[in-house]
């Protein structure tokens, strides 16, 4: 069933701000898991945008540092993306997702949060579209 849901999308002029957030509908959920955000910009791979820990330690890719925010509403078991100063490459399908704290995947041994990669989540949302106009 559908567990990961993200809202919040739109269309904005460059410079503009949106709030992305997604909401997990599974509330016995560990709180030793990695929650994401990715994009998958037109005709790209998915990449990934930021994350943040269950302790509150938070990573971003280095074309979002200081730009965006991810952060989270532990009552809600909601997340968000605070996206600030948007650039038309911003432009693309975000999605949400949730994996382990701890993983091994394919020889690799995942320790935190701080590699923004999609290997290592396992449910994802269905996207939502952000547009930056220049």
């Known amino acids: 069933q559908v567990q990961l849901v993200e809202s919040g999308g739109g269309s904005v002029q460059s410079g503009g701000s949106l709030r992305l957030s997604c909401s997990d509908s599974?509330?016995?959920?560990?709180?030793?898991?990695?929650m994401g955000w990715f994009r998958q910009p037109p005709g790209k791979k998915r990449e990934g945008v930021a994350a943040?820990?269950?302790?509150?330690?938070?990573s971003y890719a280095e074309s979002v540092k200081d730009r965006f925010t991810i952060s989270k509403d532990k009552v809600k078991n909601v997340w968000y993306l605070q996206m600030n100063s948007l650039k038309p490459e911003d432009t693309a399908t975000y999605y949400c997702?949730?994996?382990?704290?701890?993983?091994?995947?394919?020889?690799?041994?995942?320790?935190?949060?701080?590699?923004?990669?999609?290997?290592?989540?396992?449910?994802w949302g269905q996207g939502t579209q952000v547009t930056v106009s220049s």
């Open positions: 943040l820990d269950g302790d509150g330690r938070t």
């Open positions: 997702a949730i994996g382990d704290h701890y993983a091994y995947i394919a020889g690799h041994y995942y320790s935190g949060c701080q590699e923004l990669v999609t290997v290592r989540y396992d449910d």
């Open positions: 599974d509330d016995t959920r560990s709180t030793a898991v990695c």
